[in-house]
């Protein structure tokens, strides 16, 4: 049959289908563990660290969804601090890599993992507190931007945190038009994004702090790489 389109999700795995797949793209990524990749490091990102430090972002307890979570390192920290955390990633490799660092933190550091694309995942919480990416959104194409916010509106709670963490326009990523990139078929290994381009995006929420990820060296409890770009925003607690 060469006429198959009837809903939007047609359309949407349509348009999937100008890139590569991204579960045995991650599953590779995350099999070889001596590779040397920033991501890899146990760690928190520093971004993170400073804003629970600051009071830009509330204590526990409080519920947050960690969105295309890998290893764990971000979901792992917050659990440990008494957020009960859902996190998700596509990876089954990624994931039996986060269970495993979950269980060498201890009892007090256990999130919920979840094997899933974040646009099809049944989560057990209608709402959180914190909606937390550090990684995801540059990976998602052009036209999944509309299931993510969709996401977002469902599951944010009034009142509550929305971060991501992408690459930095100038710094590492595709720079190249929407459009463009579907005549290239390619992400080219991520979307760049400049801070003006996440305010627009994310314009129903409150720009709280946006600024690029601050370096921080190996000896460091917390994860840095200046080619990132940090943003943190707030959803109105009125619905």
Not at 37 to 66: H, I, M, T, Y
């Amino acid at each position: 049959m060469n006429r198959t389109i009837r809903t939007t999700e047609d359309v949407l795995a349509l348009l999937d289908g100008f890139f590569r797949p991204a579960e045995p793209f991650w599953d590779r990524f995350y099999e070889d563990r001596s590779a040397e990749r920033p991501f890899f490091a146990p760690k928190p990102d520093e971004n993170l660290v400073s804003w629970l430090d600051s009071g830009l972002l509330p204590p526990a307890p409080g519920r947050v969804l960690d969105l295309g979570c890998g290893t764990g390192r971000n979901a792992i920290h917050l659990a440990s601090l008494g957020f009960e955390v859902d996190a998700v990633d596509l990876s089954a490799t990624a994931l039996a890599w986060a269970e495993e660092r979950a269980r060498e933190a201890g009892p007090g550091a256990r999130p919920r993992f979840h094997r899933a694309s974040i646009f099809e995942i049944q989560l057990p919480c209608d709402t959180y507190d914190l909606v937390y990416d550090s990684g995801c959104l540059h990976h998602l194409p052009p036209h999944r931007r509309v299931g993510y916010l969709a996401l977002l509106d469902r599951v944010l709670a009034p009142g509550g945190h929305f971060a991501v963490t992408a690459f930095a326009a100038g710094a590492m990523g595709s720079e190249r038009p929407d459009e463009e990139l579907y005549r290239l078929g390619s992400l080219e290994g991520g979307l760049a994004y400049s801070p003006a381009e996440l305010r627009s995006l994310f314009r129903e929420f409150e720009p709280l702090e946006i600024r690029p990820m601050a370096a921080h060296g190996p000896d460091s409890e917390a994860f840095g790489v200046p080619f990132l770009l940090t943003a943190l925003f707030q959803r109105t607690a009125s619905l």
